[in-house]
């Protein structure tokens, strides 16, 4: 069996596009919160969100013309191009290789439904019909990658696990990578805000009217967002082999699903499902530097999440930060993004901070690490994503040392 490295990030994120500017704004503590823009937010008492300002998916499209694909879409090309860069791959060399490329997502294109919406009122339902088959399809989030990229050996597809869904992504891609049945995997995960998951979210209470605290006593919720994160996975064979920089290495993961609730987490199965991460990766509790929560701000995910944590790691667990306190949740690209918030730190040495916090619930009696960043030499790093139908994932990452055997 390969060992599995991580060598490529591509990044859309509301604090910072790509690998630097997304470790830069873990680092500084950045907030994405500000005022919706990108849909009518009329009739909503309270409408702040996570959004990637000013994006121009034109430098990365080649195939494709802006209007040929939707937002999620767009983002996810960007993540993957940037991935592929950023590991030092040739487009023209990678594209008759073996691969492996799915991403994640809770909405697909569900950002085109609004506009879909307003087509048909103002132009009417033959020209939504047209606009519909172009860019609805929820799979054109993989299969804009590979045709992008002109990709002719891979299989692509889209995983519609909800928010954990960039964590199934990455399992996917690391036993792929690790059986030796493709050369690389363009795992991740992509979403676009709209309306409907925001008008959703906000019926059940749950958005917070200006930032997202989680873990805080005073949490109100949390903020939805969006963007894309895609990493490139391959054996730790070929990145030697081409000198490539190697962020992390991946471990083991472990997935469940408990079907306990439409919408409410269940402590023993997310608990379970750690376990089975920690199992795959086979990493005993104690060797684990820092936890990456699911962390929504919601009292029902925080309590349920730090429950299930000291549940499997004793009083006394790591570190356990919320990057969602400044990305806001950012639905299916949520654990593709923990997962590389991960690995940068354990590259740059620092454990990002959970922001907006005052007062930490004395029902979550972790360190969430509040407010600001701190130095760290973080060896080994788990990932939480959890969704609703329980469906769990969790991702161990660790840190890779030359001429060191696991």
Not at 72 to 87: E, G, N, P, W, Y
Not at 250 to 256: A, E, P
Not at 276 to 284: E, P, T, W
Not at 303 to 316: K, L, P, S
Request: glycine share 12%.
């Amino acid at each position: 069996m390969n060992r599995v490295v991580l060598t490529g990030f591509g990044v859309v994120s509301s604090i910072g596009v790509g690998a630097e500017e997304f470790a830069a704004g873990l680092r500084a503590g950045r907030s994405g919160a500000r005022p919706i823009s990108l849909f009518d937010t009329t009739g909503f008492e309270h409408a702040n969100g996570c959004e990637v300002v000013g994006f121009d998916p034109s430098p990365w499209l080649r195939v494709f013309e802006p209007s040929m694909v939707g937002r999620a879409s767009q983002f996810s090309i960007a993540a993957a191009r940037m991935a592929v860069a950023d590991a030092g791959l040739d487009e023209a060399e990678l594209a008759h290789k073996r691969g492996l490329v799915t991403v994640g997502t809770t909405d697909g294109e569900a950002f085109d439904l609004d506009w879909l919406v307003e087509t048909e009122v103002n132009e009417g339902p033959e020209k939504m019909d047209a606009a519909a088959s172009r860019r609805v399809p929820a799979h054109l989030l993989s299969m804009a990658i590979a045709r992008e990229l002109k990709l002719a050996n891979v299989s692509a597809y889209t995983i519609a696990t909800a928010c954990s869904a960039g964590n199934y992504s990455i399992g996917d891609g690391f036993d792929a990578v690790r059986s030796g049945e493709v050369e690389f995997a363009l795992c991740g995960g992509a979403d676009a805000m709209c309306r409907k998951t925001f008008a959703g979210f906000y019926r059940l209470g749950t958005i917070a009217p200006e930032f997202c605290q989680p873990f805080d006593a005073d949490r109100l919720g949390i903020l939805t967002g969006e963007g894309a994160g895609v990493l490139v996975l391959e054996s730790l064979e070929s990145a030697q082999a081409r000198g490539a920089r190697i962020y992390a290495e991946i471990l083991g993961y472990g997935l469940n699903c408990d079907a306990y609730h439409q919408v409410a987490p269940n402590q023993s199965s997310i608990g379970r499902c750690m376990k089975l991460a920690l199992d795959d990766a086979g990493i005993k509790p104690h060797e684990v530097d820092l936890i990456s929560a699911h962390g929504t701000g919601t009292k029902a995910n925080d309590i349920t999440e730090t429950a299930a944590i000291r549940e499997v790691y004793g009083d006394q667990p790591p570190r356990t930060i919320s990057v969602k306190s400044m990305l806001g949740h950012t639905m299916g690209a949520a654990s593709a993004l923990g997962t590389i918030a991960c690995a940068l730190a354990i590259t740059h040495g620092f454990v990002p901070p959970t922001i907006n916090h005052r007062s930490t619930d004395p029902e979550c009696p972790i360190d969430c690490v509040p407010n600001e960043s701190v130095p760290a030499d973080l060896n080994v790093v788990q990932n939480n994503g959890l969704a609703f139908g329980g469906n769990n994932a969790s991702v161990i990452l660790g840190k890779f040392v030359e001429g060191e055997t696991r």
